[in-house]
């Protein structure tokens, strides 16, 4: 635990640093940007370089000085490369190969096939679990959220569905308490950092901080009715396979190609979680619909 807390420490640190990486503080990528911006990025230059420019580069919002620090950034990584110097990560990034106008193109295509993967699982959810399951509109909203909110969202999601499943369905005032709970605390997350501070380093910390949370109570209730409830294995072993992968993120090294960084492996090694998670789902709501089912004929 020591050391996964030193790891924790040296990624916020690193993530603090993100304006000022070593490869946009080399002057060759500072002057290479300077000179670039001079020569295209103003007057009839500015327009020549908006003429050529693919509509789907300006749709993107990629302007003529973004430009300039990508051709600057190849630039300056080349230099390092032929002196025998490790890859510089700049802004904060590696140096990946642009695809369109995908900075990040493995990344942005795991995370659509993540996103599939997600769809077609609710579809198949919604096929076969009723509506008059107790954990149907739980489970469905979640699927959503998913997809359409930020990591936050979703692990503090994930530990609603939690407390719905082992407290909730028991003890709805408990279930409504914790409920606002939730949303204070993702109001005040999400307020600080877009009208105070973006810190990365806070972020990365709660992050892991609300994970942890996520992470043990579902063992434990998992733990506490494997024997009653055999399906729960799947979810013990969703939650295992994310601790497991998730120290992916915390892996540090320049993309494979330009292209396939320890992000976009981790994104592309969460998609069969996603089915098995669902699979869980399906079981156990299944199983709460026939267990309340049996519970109304005997009243």
């Known amino acids: 635990m020591a050391g996964w807390a030193a790891r924790l420490v040296l990624l916020a640190g690193a993530a603090a640093l993100a304006s000022g990486s070593q490869g946009d503080r080399e002057p060759v990528y500072r002057d290479c940007v300077l000179k670039c911006e001079a020569q295209n990025c103003s007057g009839g230059a500015l327009k020549h370089f908006r003429s050529r420019q693919p509509i789907y580069m300006s749709l993107a919002g990629w302007t003529c000085r973004d430009d300039c ?5 190849w630039v300056t990584v080349g230099l390092y490369l032929r002196e025998g110097h490790k890859v510089p990560q700049f802004h904060g990034k ?22 599939l993967a997600s769809l077609v699982m609710l579809c198949r959810y919604r096929t076969f679990v009723p509506v008059s399951s107790p954990m149907y509109h739980t489970c469905v909203a ?44 993702l109001t005040a997350h999400v ?12 972020n990365l910390v709660a992050n892991v901080a609300i994970g942890l949370v ?20 799947k979810c013990v072993v969703v939650v295992l396979l994310l601790q497991g992968l998730s120290l992916l993120e915390l892996l540090d090294f ?30 156990d709501s299944l199983y709460l619909l026939k267990e309340s089912e049996a519970k109304f004929k005997r009243d």
């Not at 996520?214 to 294995?233: F, G, K, S």
């Open 254 to 283: 320049p993309p494979l190609f330009w292209v396939l960084d320890a992000h976009a492996i981790w994104h592309i090694s969460t998609i069969p979680v996603h089915v098995l998670f669902f699979s869980f789902l399906e079981d």
């Open 94 to 115: 590696w140096p990946f190969s642009r695809f369109l106008f995908f900075q990040e193109p493995a990344s942005a295509v795991a995370s659509f096939l993540n996103g």
């Open 142 to 185: 979640f699927a959503w959220k998913m997809d359409y909110f930020c990591a936050s969202t979703v692990i503090l999601h994930s530990i609603y569905l939690c407390c719905v499943r082992t407290v909730g369905l028991q003890h709805p005032a408990v279930l409504s308490a914790f409920r606002a709970l939730l949303l204070l605390m």
């Open 69 to 73: 620090k990508y051709e600057c950034m």
């Open 214 to 233: 996520n992470v043990v109570w579902w063992l434990a209730w998992c733990l506490w009715n494997q024997r009653r409830l055999p399906h729960v294995r």
């Open 191 to 202: 307020s600080y950092l877009s009208l105070i501070r973006f810190d990365y380093g806070y």
